[in-house]
């Protein structure tokens, strides 16, 4: 009995027509993506030729012992070394600046948070022209003009120590004082609470309504409300101010070169951690160890900004999460 072989290879239908793709995409596709490339040029060559060039040298040069007149001269890590193990001067700027941070941060934000809220059940009307007086701070606080009408409002003879002695709280002068010179810069920070508060009423505008009467039915008061419903919904804003408002504060320059006059005085109270490295680099022309010291605190701040991420997990809730 014969058998009849079934090994011949099955093919579908209309398969026979289709050709294998070859990884390459097609050439109207190619060519469609050079206008594209066009106009991304301008910012790719500013991109290299103003930031990853000056870093390269940047950090060439932190390992180079460079005064701004002779040739660099190559020392290795010994501007690290002495960085971190033989100059004072140096930690006591990174305390000065961590205490700032501390400090500033948490009353900056939570100054930008309470005026958000206060904002968000004003009138309409009105709640413009508050937005804009508020935020006007943001502009203009930053500039060496308003931090020098601030270093003289709290120098004796200032507006704020005569103030202080009209109530019987004798200060003298703020910038005089090394257990007060730096909250002078501290108060001037806070004051420019503008931006943050205006990212705030953005957020507190998108938390719907509903919620807050649900729980007002629920028998919740407004500061129940306030932990339950407007944290928890405004934590992702939270998050990017406090992120944003960390990576500013250890890059603060110019408060603390106005108040101190380029000292960092009184005792070194005002020898924020940007002022040490103008210092080094610009006044004793020692520019690889400034080098060193800008390379040290993009480690310090990427450091900061990992663990906050990292952290945000567990406090951070998003909407899309709600079922996860």
Do not use: C
């Not at 060439?60 to 701004?68: G, H, P, R």
């Amino acid at each position: 009995m014969s058998t009849v072989s079934t090994r011949a290879p099955l093919r579908a239908e209309g398969s026979g027509d289709r050709s294998r793709p070859t990884g390459r995409r097609p050439r109207g596709v190619r060519e469609k993506r050079w206008p594209a490339y066009v106009f991304l040029s301008p910012w790719m060559i500013g991109a290299v030729a103003l930031t990853l060039v000056p870093m390269a040298v940047s950090l060439y040069l932190s390992l180079t012992d460079y005064n701004l007149f002779d040739p660099p001269r190559w020392v290795g890590l010994r501007n690290y070394g002495d960085l971190l193990g033989r100059d004072p001067r140096f930690w006591r700027s990174v305390g000065t600046t961590t205490l700032y941070a501390v400090v500033a941060v948490p009353l900056k934000l939570a100054l930008a948070l309470g005026v958000a809220m206060l904002l968000k059940n004003l009138a309409h009307r009105g709640r413009a022209f508050y937005r804009s007086a508020f935020y006007a701070p943001s502009l203009l606080g930053a500039s060496m003009s308003i931090a020098l009408v601030w270093r003289a409002m709290f120098n004796d003879g200032g507006s704020v120590p005569r103030l202080l002695e009209s109530v019987g709280i004798h200060t003298g002068s703020w910038v005089g004082d090394p257990r007060l010179a730096m909250y002078v810069v501290v108060l001037l920070t806070v004051w420019q609470f503008g931006a943050p508060m205006v990212i705030f009423l953005a957020g507190l505008q998108q938390i719907s309504p509903d919620l807050y009467e649900a729980a007002a039915l629920d028998g919740a008061g407004r500061w129940r409300q306030f932990v339950s419903i407007t944290v928890p919904m405004l934590s992702p804003v939270v998050f990017f101010n406090l992120v944003l408002e960390i990576i500013n504060s250890f890059q603060v320059f110019t408060p603390a070169y106005a108040v101190s006059g380029g000292s960092g005085g009184p005792a070194d109270a005002t020898m924020f951690y940007t002022l040490y490295l103008y210092e080094r680099g610009f006044v004793t022309s020692h520019m690889g160890y400034a080098a060193a010291m800008a390379w040290l605190l993009l480690a310090a701040i990427g450091v900061i900004t990992l663990v906050l991420f990292r952290t945000s997990r567990s406090w951070v809730f998003y909407a899309d999460e709600e079922g996860r």
